[in-house]
Protein backbone atom coordinates (compact mmCIF):
# COMPACT_ATOMS: atom_id res chain seq x y z
CA UNK A 1 0.00 0.00 0.00
CA UNK A 2 2.97 2.39 0.91
CA UNK A 3 4.60 1.75 -2.31
CA UNK A 4 1.25 2.32 -4.84
CA UNK A 5 0.46 5.62 -2.50
CA UNK A 6 3.72 7.06 -3.06
CA UNK A 7 3.93 6.21 -6.67
CA UNK A 8 0.38 7.84 -6.89
CA UNK A 9 1.68 10.76 -4.97
CA UNK A 10 5.07 11.52 -7.26
CA UNK A 11 3.14 11.05 -10.68
CA UNK A 12 0.08 13.67 -9.40
CA UNK A 13 0.67 17.22 -10.16
CA UNK A 14 0.60 19.68 -7.16
CA UNK A 15 -2.67 19.28 -4.92
CA UNK A 16 -4.89 22.46 -5.22
CA UNK A 17 -6.30 23.86 -2.12
CA UNK A 18 -9.63 22.49 -1.18
CA UNK A 19 -13.02 24.74 -0.46
CA UNK A 20 -14.87 21.50 0.76
CA UNK A 21 -15.36 22.39 4.83
CA UNK A 22 -16.75 19.52 5.92
CA UNK A 23 -14.90 17.62 8.66
CA UNK A 24 -12.18 14.59 7.90
CA UNK A 25 -15.52 12.08 9.43
CA UNK A 26 -18.02 13.55 6.80
CA UNK A 27 -15.38 13.63 3.91
CA UNK A 28 -14.51 9.86 4.62
CA UNK A 29 -17.93 8.85 5.12
CA UNK A 30 -18.84 9.73 1.54
CA UNK A 31 -15.72 8.21 0.45
CA UNK A 32 -16.79 4.89 1.67
CA UNK A 33 -20.25 5.86 -0.21
CA UNK A 34 -18.21 5.74 -3.38
CA UNK A 35 -16.00 3.46 -2.74
CA UNK A 36 -17.10 0.83 -0.37
CA UNK A 37 -14.62 -1.91 -1.58
CA UNK A 38 -12.06 -0.67 -0.34
CA UNK A 39 -10.39 -0.48 2.97
CA UNK A 40 -10.90 2.15 5.37
CA UNK A 41 -7.48 2.77 5.98
CA UNK A 42 -6.72 3.01 2.30
CA UNK A 43 -9.38 5.64 1.85
CA UNK A 44 -8.16 7.67 4.92
CA UNK A 45 -4.28 8.09 3.31
CA UNK A 46 -5.53 8.62 0.00
CA UNK A 47 -7.85 11.17 1.67
CA UNK A 48 -4.53 12.84 3.53
CA UNK A 49 -2.36 12.45 0.56
CA UNK A 50 -5.17 14.71 -1.37
CA UNK A 51 -5.35 17.48 1.12
CA UNK A 52 -8.50 16.59 2.32
CA UNK A 53 -9.79 17.01 -0.98
CA UNK A 54 -12.83 14.49 -1.90
CA UNK A 55 -13.08 15.45 -5.56
CA UNK A 56 -9.12 14.87 -5.61
CA UNK A 57 -9.30 11.83 -3.63
CA UNK A 58 -12.36 10.65 -5.94
CA UNK A 59 -10.14 11.46 -8.97
CA UNK A 60 -7.09 9.81 -7.60
CA UNK A 61 -8.42 6.30 -6.81
CA UNK A 62 -10.71 6.39 -10.71
CA UNK A 63 -7.45 6.61 -11.94
CA UNK A 64 -6.31 3.85 -10.77
CA UNK A 65 -7.14 0.28 -12.98
CA UNK A 66 -6.93 -1.70 -10.14
CA UNK A 67 -9.48 -0.26 -7.70
CA UNK A 68 -12.87 -1.98 -8.27
CA UNK A 69 -14.97 0.79 -9.25
CA UNK A 70 -18.59 -1.13 -9.16
CA UNK A 71 -20.37 -0.07 -6.08
CA UNK A 72 -22.14 -2.96 -6.33
CA UNK A 73 -21.92 -6.30 -8.06
CA UNK A 74 -24.36 -7.89 -10.72
CA UNK A 75 -27.42 -9.52 -9.08
CA UNK A 76 -29.40 -12.32 -9.06
CA UNK A 77 -33.12 -12.31 -9.03
CA UNK A 78 -32.71 -14.57 -5.77
CA UNK A 79 -29.98 -13.21 -4.15
CA UNK A 80 -28.68 -9.85 -3.49
CA UNK A 81 -25.05 -8.79 -2.15
CA UNK A 82 -25.85 -5.58 -0.31
CA UNK A 83 -23.19 -3.01 0.91
CA UNK A 84 -22.18 -2.16 4.35
CA UNK A 85 -23.31 0.31 6.55
CA UNK A 86 -22.15 3.65 6.79
CA UNK A 87 -22.80 3.34 10.31
CA UNK A 88 -20.55 0.63 10.68
CA UNK A 89 -17.52 3.06 9.35
CA UNK A 90 -19.25 5.98 11.56
CA UNK A 91 -18.92 3.88 14.82
CA UNK A 92 -15.15 3.38 13.52
CA UNK A 93 -14.65 6.86 13.74
CA UNK A 94 -16.76 8.18 16.68
CA UNK A 95 -15.57 5.59 18.65
CA UNK A 96 -15.89 7.80 21.98
CA UNK A 97 -19.14 9.25 21.43
CA UNK A 98 -22.44 8.05 22.57
CA UNK A 99 -24.29 9.38 19.02
CA UNK A 100 -23.99 7.37 15.82
CA UNK A 101 -26.00 9.94 14.04
CA UNK A 102 -23.23 12.18 12.00
CA UNK A 103 -24.05 16.42 12.72
CA UNK A 104 -24.89 17.32 8.84
CA UNK A 105 -26.53 16.06 6.32
CA UNK A 106 -24.71 13.76 4.25
CA UNK A 107 -25.32 15.19 1.18
CA UNK A 108 -24.27 18.33 -0.43
CA UNK A 109 -25.73 21.12 -2.94
CA UNK A 110 -25.53 19.65 -6.57
CA UNK A 111 -24.24 16.30 -4.98
CA UNK A 112 -25.62 12.82 -5.04
CA UNK A 113 -25.19 10.63 -2.68
CA UNK A 114 -25.74 6.69 -3.17
CA UNK A 115 -26.97 4.80 -0.22
CA UNK A 116 -27.22 0.70 -0.52
CA UNK A 117 -27.83 -0.77 2.94
CA UNK A 118 -31.19 -0.54 5.01
CA UNK A 119 -29.50 1.14 8.05
CA UNK A 120 -28.27 3.51 6.11
CA UNK A 121 -31.64 4.53 3.93
CA UNK A 122 -33.69 4.54 7.35
CA UNK A 123 -31.51 6.75 9.05
CA UNK A 124 -30.86 9.11 6.10
CA UNK A 125 -34.19 9.22 4.38
CA UNK A 126 -37.98 8.95 4.84
CA UNK A 127 -37.98 5.10 3.56
CA UNK A 128 -37.19 2.17 4.62
CA UNK A 129 -36.32 -1.03 2.48
CA UNK A 130 -36.67 -4.56 2.79
CA UNK A 131 -34.41 -6.58 0.42
CA UNK A 132 -35.69 -10.39 -1.33
CA UNK A 133 -38.93 -9.45 0.34
CA UNK A 134 -40.65 -12.50 -1.11
CA UNK A 135 -40.05 -16.14 -1.61
CA UNK A 136 -38.12 -16.02 -5.10
CA UNK A 137 -40.55 -18.40 -6.81
CA UNK A 138 -43.82 -15.96 -5.37
CA UNK A 139 -41.96 -12.85 -6.68
CA UNK A 140 -41.37 -14.31 -10.25
CA UNK A 141 -45.19 -15.38 -10.47
CA UNK A 142 -46.27 -11.95 -9.74
CA UNK A 143 -43.63 -10.20 -12.05
CA UNK A 144 -44.70 -12.47 -14.80
CA UNK A 145 -48.65 -11.66 -14.16
CA UNK A 146 -48.23 -8.02 -13.69
CA UNK A 147 -45.87 -8.13 -16.93
CA UNK A 148 -48.84 -9.69 -18.87
CA UNK A 149 -51.13 -7.44 -17.57
CA UNK A 150 -48.84 -4.23 -18.16
CA UNK A 151 -50.11 -4.72 -22.48
CA UNK A 152 -53.47 -3.47 -20.93
CA UNK A 153 -52.00 -0.16 -19.11
CA UNK A 154 -52.23 2.95 -20.77
CA UNK A 155 -50.23 6.42 -20.88
CA UNK A 156 -51.79 9.31 -18.83
CA UNK A 157 -52.98 12.49 -20.97
CA UNK A 158 -52.85 16.11 -19.08
CA UNK A 159 -53.16 19.76 -20.31
CA UNK A 160 -50.29 21.28 -19.56
CA UNK A 161 -50.69 25.18 -20.69
CA UNK A 162 -51.97 25.08 -24.28
CA UNK A 163 -50.80 21.16 -24.87
CA UNK A 164 -51.90 18.33 -24.14
CA UNK A 165 -49.40 15.28 -23.16
CA UNK A 166 -48.84 11.84 -21.56
CA UNK A 167 -46.95 10.50 -19.41
CA UNK A 168 -43.62 8.79 -20.76
CA UNK A 169 -44.71 5.46 -18.50
CA UNK A 170 -47.87 3.27 -18.47
CA UNK A 171 -50.08 2.40 -15.46
CA UNK A 172 -53.28 1.05 -14.09
CA UNK A 173 -55.07 0.81 -10.97
CA UNK A 174 -56.37 -2.24 -9.10
CA UNK A 175 -59.11 -2.58 -7.07
CA UNK A 176 -60.95 -5.30 -5.26
CA UNK A 177 -64.18 -5.45 -6.35
CA UNK A 178 -66.63 -4.65 -9.29
CA UNK A 179 -68.35 -2.05 -7.17
CA UNK A 180 -65.02 -0.63 -6.56
CA UNK A 181 -63.93 -0.71 -10.58
CA UNK A 182 -67.18 1.33 -10.62
CA UNK A 183 -66.68 4.29 -7.88
CA UNK A 184 -62.73 4.49 -9.28
CA UNK A 185 -63.96 5.18 -12.99
CA UNK A 186 -66.81 7.66 -11.89
CA UNK A 187 -66.44 9.08 -8.28
CA UNK A 188 -62.14 8.95 -8.02
CA UNK A 189 -60.39 11.35 -9.87
CA UNK A 190 -56.94 11.80 -10.40
CA UNK A 191 -55.03 14.66 -12.13
CA UNK A 192 -58.40 16.21 -12.78
CA UNK A 193 -60.14 13.81 -15.02
CA UNK A 194 -61.42 9.77 -14.19
CA UNK A 195 -59.41 6.75 -15.05
CA UNK A 196 -60.78 4.43 -17.47
CA UNK A 197 -57.86 1.92 -17.03
CA UNK A 198 -59.10 0.28 -14.03
CA UNK A 199 -58.52 -3.13 -13.27
CA UNK A 200 -59.54 -5.38 -10.73
CA UNK A 201 -56.90 -7.30 -8.84
CA UNK A 202 -54.80 -9.93 -9.59
CA UNK A 203 -54.58 -13.49 -7.91
CA UNK A 204 -50.60 -13.34 -7.26
CA UNK A 205 -51.38 -9.71 -6.59
CA UNK A 206 -53.87 -10.54 -3.90
CA UNK A 207 -51.73 -13.36 -2.28
CA UNK A 208 -48.75 -11.07 -1.55
CA UNK A 209 -50.64 -7.96 0.11
CA UNK A 210 -51.21 -9.86 3.55
CA UNK A 211 -47.39 -9.23 3.55
CA UNK A 212 -46.81 -5.84 2.17
CA UNK A 213 -49.66 -4.93 5.24
CA UNK A 214 -47.71 -7.13 7.97
CA UNK A 215 -44.33 -5.71 7.00
CA UNK A 216 -45.65 -2.34 6.15
CA UNK A 217 -47.11 -1.95 9.79
CA UNK A 218 -44.19 -3.40 11.43
CA UNK A 219 -41.86 -0.71 9.71
CA UNK A 220 -44.38 2.14 10.71
CA UNK A 221 -44.10 0.77 14.28
CA UNK A 222 -40.19 0.59 14.30
CA UNK A 223 -40.33 4.00 12.72
CA UNK A 224 -42.19 5.81 15.74
CA UNK A 225 -39.86 4.12 18.38
CA UNK A 226 -36.86 4.65 16.54
CA UNK A 227 -36.97 8.25 14.52
CA UNK A 228 -39.91 10.08 15.91
CA UNK A 229 -39.60 12.20 18.73
CA UNK A 230 -40.23 10.92 21.70
CA UNK A 231 -40.95 7.87 20.46
CA UNK A 232 -44.58 8.54 19.23
CA UNK A 233 -46.11 9.04 15.83
CA UNK A 234 -46.40 12.70 14.02
CA UNK A 235 -49.27 14.68 14.26
CA UNK A 236 -51.79 14.00 11.39
CA UNK A 237 -50.67 10.66 11.17
CA UNK A 238 -53.02 7.89 11.74
CA UNK A 239 -52.84 5.69 14.79
CA UNK A 240 -54.75 3.03 13.04
CA UNK A 241 -53.05 -0.25 11.18
CA UNK A 242 -52.40 0.83 7.39
CA UNK A 243 -54.49 -1.07 5.15
CA UNK A 244 -53.60 -1.87 1.26
CA UNK A 245 -57.11 -1.08 -0.61
CA UNK A 246 -55.59 0.16 -3.45
CA UNK A 247 -52.15 -0.11 -5.74
CA UNK A 248 -50.92 1.74 -8.96
CA UNK A 249 -49.03 -0.50 -11.20
CA UNK A 250 -46.55 1.18 -13.12
CA UNK A 251 -44.33 -0.42 -15.70
CA UNK A 252 -40.92 1.52 -16.82
CA UNK A 253 -40.35 0.28 -20.41
CA UNK A 254 -36.61 0.65 -20.47
CA UNK A 255 -33.87 3.13 -19.06
CA UNK A 256 -35.73 6.89 -20.59
CA UNK A 257 -38.90 5.68 -19.35
CA UNK A 258 -39.08 7.78 -15.58
CA UNK A 259 -41.08 9.93 -13.59
CA UNK A 260 -39.91 13.06 -12.20
CA UNK A 261 -39.50 14.66 -8.79
CA UNK A 262 -42.95 14.77 -7.27
CA UNK A 263 -44.76 14.35 -4.18
CA UNK A 264 -47.82 11.74 -4.43
CA UNK A 265 -51.68 13.01 -4.44
CA UNK A 266 -53.07 13.30 -0.88
CA UNK A 267 -56.75 13.52 -1.84
CA UNK A 268 -58.15 10.32 -0.84
CA UNK A 269 -54.72 9.27 1.34
CA UNK A 270 -55.05 11.78 3.70
CA UNK A 271 -52.06 13.80 5.30
CA UNK A 272 -49.27 11.88 6.28
CA UNK A 273 -49.58 8.77 3.83
CA UNK A 274 -47.26 5.79 4.21
CA UNK A 275 -46.53 4.09 1.15
CA UNK A 276 -45.98 0.40 -0.10
CA UNK A 277 -43.67 0.11 -2.63
CA UNK A 278 -42.66 -3.58 -4.18
CA UNK A 279 -40.26 -3.41 -6.94
CA UNK A 280 -39.49 -6.27 -9.80
CA UNK A 281 -37.83 -6.71 -12.85
CA UNK A 282 -35.02 -4.26 -13.78
CA UNK A 283 -32.97 -2.49 -11.37
CA UNK A 284 -33.46 1.32 -11.70
CA UNK A 285 -32.60 4.63 -9.38
CA UNK A 286 -34.88 6.23 -6.62
CA UNK A 287 -33.81 9.03 -5.85
CA UNK A 288 -35.26 11.83 -3.21
CA UNK A 289 -34.57 15.27 -1.64
CA UNK A 290 -35.58 17.60 0.92
CA UNK A 291 -37.58 20.09 0.37
CA UNK A 292 -36.19 23.12 1.75
CA UNK A 293 -38.54 26.24 3.27
CA UNK A 294 -37.69 29.42 1.58
CA UNK A 295 -36.21 32.46 3.78
CA UNK A 296 -37.36 35.87 3.94
CA UNK A 297 -34.93 36.99 1.01
CA UNK A 298 -37.49 38.77 -0.96
CA UNK A 299 -38.06 35.95 -3.54
CA UNK A 300 -41.25 34.79 -4.44
CA UNK A 301 -42.11 31.10 -3.90
CA UNK A 302 -45.12 29.07 -4.80
CA UNK A 303 -48.07 28.84 -1.87
CA UNK A 304 -48.12 25.20 -3.59
CA UNK A 305 -45.44 24.36 -4.77
CA UNK A 306 -46.97 20.92 -5.87
CA UNK A 307 -49.06 21.98 -8.11
CA UNK A 308 -46.40 21.84 -10.95
CA UNK A 309 -46.33 20.17 -14.35
CA UNK A 310 -44.19 17.14 -12.63
CA UNK A 311 -46.99 16.18 -10.18
CA UNK A 312 -49.80 16.00 -12.14
CA UNK A 313 -50.95 12.56 -11.61
CA UNK A 314 -49.79 9.60 -9.73
CA UNK A 315 -46.56 8.95 -12.07
CA UNK A 316 -46.22 11.71 -14.29
CA UNK A 317 -42.83 12.59 -15.27
CA UNK A 318 -41.56 16.58 -15.56
CA UNK A 319 -41.65 17.24 -19.45
CA UNK A 320 -41.27 20.90 -19.45
CA UNK A 321 -38.19 23.45 -18.87
CA UNK A 322 -37.67 25.30 -16.04
CA UNK A 323 -39.24 28.56 -17.33
CA UNK A 324 -42.66 26.66 -17.69
CA UNK A 325 -42.13 25.66 -14.45
CA UNK A 326 -41.96 29.31 -13.06
CA UNK A 327 -44.48 30.73 -14.93
CA UNK A 328 -46.86 28.05 -13.24
CA UNK A 329 -46.10 28.96 -9.73
CA UNK A 330 -46.59 32.63 -10.89
CA UNK A 331 -49.95 31.97 -11.84
CA UNK A 332 -50.58 30.04 -9.09
CA UNK A 333 -49.53 33.56 -6.51
CA UNK A 334 -52.18 35.19 -8.68
CA UNK A 335 -54.89 33.66 -7.94
CA UNK A 336 -53.98 32.42 -4.23
CA UNK A 337 -51.89 35.74 -2.71
CA UNK A 338 -52.73 39.16 -3.34
CA UNK A 339 -49.01 40.56 -2.44
CA UNK A 340 -47.13 39.51 -5.35
CA UNK A 341 -43.21 39.97 -4.79
CA UNK A 342 -40.91 39.93 -7.75
CA UNK A 343 -40.44 36.20 -9.50
CA UNK A 344 -37.20 33.89 -9.06
CA UNK A 345 -35.16 33.57 -12.24
CA UNK A 346 -34.72 29.56 -13.46
CA UNK A 347 -31.53 29.76 -11.85
CA UNK A 348 -32.42 30.44 -8.62
CA UNK A 349 -35.63 28.17 -8.58
CA UNK A 350 -33.11 25.53 -9.89
CA UNK A 351 -30.72 25.82 -7.42
CA UNK A 352 -33.20 25.97 -4.59
CA UNK A 353 -34.70 22.55 -5.40
CA UNK A 354 -31.43 20.96 -4.83
CA UNK A 355 -29.86 23.35 -2.17
CA UNK A 356 -29.15 19.85 -0.22
CA UNK A 357 -28.43 17.43 -2.52
CA UNK A 358 -29.93 14.16 -3.67
CA UNK A 359 -29.82 10.80 -1.99
CA UNK A 360 -30.62 7.62 -4.78
CA UNK A 361 -31.59 4.04 -3.34
CA UNK A 362 -31.13 1.40 -5.71
CA UNK A 363 -34.19 -0.70 -6.43
CA UNK A 364 -33.49 -4.46 -6.93
CA UNK A 365 -35.64 -7.20 -8.31
CA UNK A 366 -38.36 -8.11 -5.45
CA UNK A 367 -37.43 -5.16 -2.67
CA UNK A 368 -39.88 -3.52 -0.77
CA UNK A 369 -39.88 0.05 -0.03
CA UNK A 370 -41.90 2.09 2.39
CA UNK A 371 -42.25 5.55 1.87
CA UNK A 372 -43.13 6.73 5.78
CA UNK A 373 -45.10 9.83 6.91
CA UNK A 374 -42.74 12.24 6.90
CA UNK A 375 -42.24 11.36 2.86
CA UNK A 376 -45.00 13.31 1.19
CA UNK A 377 -45.32 16.69 3.20
CA UNK A 378 -40.94 16.91 3.84
CA UNK A 379 -39.61 15.45 0.20
CA UNK A 380 -40.11 14.80 -3.47
CA UNK A 381 -38.90 11.73 -5.14
CA UNK A 382 -38.50 10.48 -8.88
CA UNK A 383 -37.59 7.48 -10.90
CA UNK A 384 -34.55 9.31 -12.80
CA UNK A 385 -33.18 8.13 -16.20
CA UNK A 386 -30.74 5.55 -16.48
CA UNK A 387 -27.98 5.75 -19.09
CA UNK A 388 -27.84 1.85 -19.62
CA UNK A 389 -29.35 -1.10 -17.71
CA UNK A 390 -28.89 -4.76 -16.76
CA UNK A 391 -31.64 -6.79 -18.36
CA UNK A 392 -33.51 -8.89 -15.84
CA UNK A 393 -34.06 -12.42 -16.77
CA UNK A 394 -37.82 -12.52 -16.92
CA UNK A 395 -38.76 -8.75 -17.52
CA UNK A 396 -35.59 -7.91 -20.15
CA UNK A 397 -35.53 -4.31 -20.09
CA UNK A 398 -39.04 -3.26 -18.01
CA UNK A 399 -39.88 -2.71 -14.33
CA UNK A 400 -42.76 -3.17 -12.67
CA UNK A 401 -43.85 -1.12 -9.61
CA UNK A 402 -46.60 -1.97 -7.33
CA UNK A 403 -47.53 0.78 -5.12
CA UNK A 404 -49.82 -0.06 -2.40
CA UNK A 405 -52.41 2.90 -0.82
CA UNK A 406 -54.66 2.95 1.89
CA UNK A 407 -57.84 4.83 0.66
CA UNK A 408 -59.52 6.16 4.00
CA UNK A 409 -63.15 5.91 3.67
CA UNK A 410 -63.31 9.70 5.56
CA UNK A 411 -61.70 11.21 2.14
CA UNK A 412 -64.20 8.94 -0.31
CA UNK A 413 -65.14 11.65 -3.13
CA UNK A 414 -68.68 11.85 -1.94
CA UNK A 415 -67.27 13.72 0.85
CA UNK A 416 -64.35 15.90 -0.20
CA UNK A 417 -65.36 19.31 -1.26
CA UNK A 418 -66.17 20.42 -5.13
CA UNK A 419 -64.71 23.89 -6.51
CA UNK A 420 -66.87 26.52 -8.71
CA UNK A 421 -66.33 23.74 -11.61
CA UNK A 422 -68.07 21.24 -10.04
CA UNK A 423 -65.02 18.64 -9.84
CA UNK A 424 -63.29 17.22 -7.58
CA UNK A 425 -60.88 19.06 -5.60
CA UNK A 426 -57.29 17.87 -4.82
CA UNK A 427 -55.73 17.98 -1.16
CA UNK A 428 -51.79 19.91 -1.24
CA UNK A 429 -49.77 20.27 1.58
CA UNK A 430 -48.21 23.50 1.52
CA UNK A 431 -44.50 22.67 1.19
CA UNK A 432 -42.51 25.78 1.24
CA UNK A 433 -43.38 28.71 2.21
CA UNK A 434 -42.43 29.17 5.96
CA UNK A 435 -45.60 30.83 7.46
CA UNK A 436 -48.25 28.34 5.91
CA UNK A 437 -45.82 25.26 5.71
CA UNK A 438 -47.52 22.37 6.89
CA UNK A 439 -51.04 23.27 6.37
CA UNK A 440 -53.31 21.52 4.00
CA UNK A 441 -55.43 22.81 1.35
CA UNK A 442 -58.37 22.21 -1.14
CA UNK A 443 -57.71 23.05 -4.42
CA UNK A 444 -59.23 22.87 -7.81
CA UNK A 445 -56.89 21.08 -10.68
CA UNK A 446 -59.13 20.38 -13.31
CA UNK A 447 -57.56 23.11 -15.53
CA UNK A 448 -55.21 19.67 -15.89
CA UNK A 449 -57.01 17.56 -17.71
CA UNK A 450 -57.35 17.64 -21.28
CA UNK A 451 -59.70 20.66 -22.84
CA UNK A 452 -60.46 21.96 -19.82
CA UNK A 453 -60.50 24.93 -17.65
CA UNK A 454 -59.98 25.07 -13.95
CA UNK A 455 -61.19 28.22 -11.82
CA UNK A 456 -59.69 29.93 -8.82
CA UNK A 457 -60.98 27.68 -5.74
CA UNK A 458 -59.08 27.95 -2.71
CA UNK A 459 -60.02 26.34 0.87
CA UNK A 460 -58.13 25.64 3.92
CA UNK A 461 -58.30 21.66 4.65
CA UNK A 462 -58.41 21.33 9.07
CA UNK A 463 -57.68 17.71 10.76
CA UNK A 464 -57.47 16.15 13.73
CA UNK A 465 -54.40 14.70 14.93
CA UNK A 466 -55.40 11.98 13.93
CA UNK A 467 -55.68 13.28 10.35
CA UNK A 468 -59.15 13.14 10.08
CA UNK A 469 -61.10 15.63 8.29
CA UNK A 470 -62.83 18.40 10.38
CA UNK A 471 -66.04 18.74 8.42
CA UNK A 472 -69.90 17.89 8.56
CA UNK A 473 -69.76 15.01 6.46
CA UNK A 474 -73.33 13.92 4.61
CA UNK A 475 -74.97 11.17 6.32
CA UNK A 476 -75.25 8.14 4.44
CA UNK A 477 -77.25 4.73 4.84
CA UNK A 478 -74.87 2.21 6.16
CA UNK A 479 -76.32 -0.26 3.19
CA UNK A 480 -74.84 2.81 0.90
CA UNK A 481 -72.00 3.44 2.62
CA UNK A 482 -68.75 3.80 0.32
CA UNK A 483 -65.67 1.74 1.58
CA UNK A 484 -62.74 -0.65 -0.28
CA UNK A 485 -62.02 -3.88 0.85
CA UNK A 486 -58.39 -4.73 2.02
CA UNK A 487 -56.26 -6.43 -0.69
CA UNK A 488 -55.33 -8.67 2.08
CA UNK A 489 -58.82 -10.17 2.51
CA UNK A 490 -59.10 -12.76 0.23
CA UNK A 491 -55.10 -13.25 -0.21
CA UNK A 492 -55.79 -16.83 0.64
CA UNK A 493 -58.00 -17.82 -2.83
CA UNK A 494 -54.88 -18.49 -4.95
CA UNK A 495 -53.16 -20.90 -2.20
CA UNK A 496 -56.81 -22.53 -1.69
CA UNK A 497 -56.70 -23.61 -5.90
CA UNK A 498 -58.42 -20.85 -7.24
CA UNK A 499 -57.38 -19.74 -10.76
CA UNK A 500 -56.32 -16.29 -11.86
CA UNK A 501 -59.74 -15.16 -13.75
CA UNK A 502 -60.24 -14.34 -17.50
CA UNK A 503 -59.46 -11.15 -18.81
CA UNK A 504 -63.25 -9.84 -19.45
CA UNK A 505 -63.65 -10.35 -15.26
CA UNK A 506 -60.22 -8.53 -14.47
CA UNK A 507 -61.03 -5.36 -16.72
CA UNK A 508 -65.10 -6.02 -15.17
Known sequence: ???????????SPPVPACADDDSTDMKLTRLVSLFPDMALDALMEILLSSGGCV?????TIQAQPDVTKKRIAPLSAAATAIQTSLDAHMRQIHTDHSDKTPKRPLTRRGKTLHLYSPEDIAAHTPCSIIHNFLPAEQANALLLELLDESKHFSRYRFQLFDRTVQSPHSAS???ATPEQHRQHTSEYTYGGSYRSTVR????????????VQRAVNAEIQRRIRT????????KYQSPREWVPNAAFVNCYDGPTEAVGFHSDELTYLGPRAVIGSLSLGVEREFRVRRIVPTDDDGEVEEENPQVLPEDISEGVVAVTPMADKASASDSLNKQHRPNKRHKPSTSSLSARADAQGQISIHLLHNSLLVMH????EEWKHAIVPAQTISPHPLAGRRRINVTYRWYRDSLHPRHTPRCLCGAHTILRCVQRKRETRGRYMWMCYAGYAPG??????????????DGEPLWE?????DDDAPWLENFADGEGQLAHGAQPGNEEERSI
Request: hydrophobic residues 30%; positive net charge; aromatic residues 12%.
Open 452 to 465: KKGCSFFQWADFDD
Open 227 to 234: VYPEGQKL
Open 473 to 477: RTTVD
Open 200 to 211: QITPHLRAVSGA
Open 173 to 175: IYV
Open 55 to 59: ETATT
Open 373 to 376: AEMQ
Open 1 to 11: MDQYLSRKRTR
